[in-house]
């Protein structure tokens, strides 16, 4: 089945400059690969997301690529703020087969964003 | 949370007891998921539902069942609650398998 390896698991930036979070995915099959936020005490939420057509994607200060090449995808997140400051989880979604599509998470990153 | 409510929201068992979970969703999306979620192993499926009776097992199914007799409800039982499975639940919704919505999670402490 397929496995998502996050890294890294704890990131610490300076407000204002860039954070970087990389994913690597080992099934090829895998074509839909999205980014979840999870604040302390609440559920994940869906920030960003990705499909294996597709190289980049950007929303305001947040991006995603993926390099299906090498199975990889990253999240950027520019200008950051304390707002920033949560859990980040890649995930990345198999359908190859009915019965068979989920999504299989990686093990989440603590952003924390340094005034 | 996407229209997604979770009851309770926070339970405290003990060992043997059975234990049911509730998921309920407004947005009338046809898949219905639970996860688990425990430290250094992300979210977990444990089983997902694509439609009212049609449920199938995730990667964690042991010791857990589901049924979903309404488009809006899914529960998650516990037959017999174990120390292994304290943890905290998520359900999730999606109308077209990709986007997945998750509700607020429920944490679970069996003693």
């Known amino acids: 089945g397929e496995n998502v390896e996050q890294h890294p698991s704890t990131l610490s930036v300076q407000e204002g400059d860039s954070a970087v979070i990389k994913c690597t995915y080992s099934?090829?099959?895998?074509?839909?690969f999205p980014w979840y936020k999870q604040e302390l005490g609440k559920g994940p939420q869906l920030i960003i997301d990705?499909?294996?057509?597709?190289g980049e994607k950007k929303d305001q200060r947040i991006a995603v690529t993926l390099n299906k090449t090498a199975k990889h995808f990253s999240l950027h997140i520019t200008e950051t703020q304390p707002e920033d400051s949560a859990v980040y989880f890649c995930?990345?979604?198999?359908?190859?087969?009915?019965?068979?599509?989920?999504?299989?998470f990686g093990t989440g990153t603590r952003l924390t964003i340094i005034p | 949370d996407a229209g997604i409510t979770q009851s309770p929201r926070h339970k405290v068992t003990e060992t043997g007891t059975p234990v049911t979970l509730r998921c309920h969703q407004t947005?009338?999306?046809?898949?219905m998921y639970w996860y688990r979620q425990d430290p250094g192993h992300g979210l977990r499926l444990i089983h997902y539902?694509?439609?009212?009776?049609?449920?199938d097992k995730g990667e964690v199914s042991d010791g857990y069942s589901v049924s979903r007799s309404k488009t809006e409800d899914f529960l998650l039982t516990l037959e017999s609650a174990t120390s292994s499975q304290t943890s905290v639940y998520f359900c999730a919704i999606s109308q077209a398998l990709y986007e997945q919505y998750f509700g607020p999670g429920t944490r679970l402490t069996v003693t």
């Open positions: 947005e009338n999306h046809r898949y």
């Open positions: 995930a990345a979604f198999t359908g190859a087969n009915f019965g068979n599509e989920k999504l299989t």
């Open positions: 099934d090829s099959a895998s074509n839909y």
């Open positions: 990705i499909r294996s057509n597709v």
């Open positions: 539902s694509y439609g009212v009776k049609d449920t």
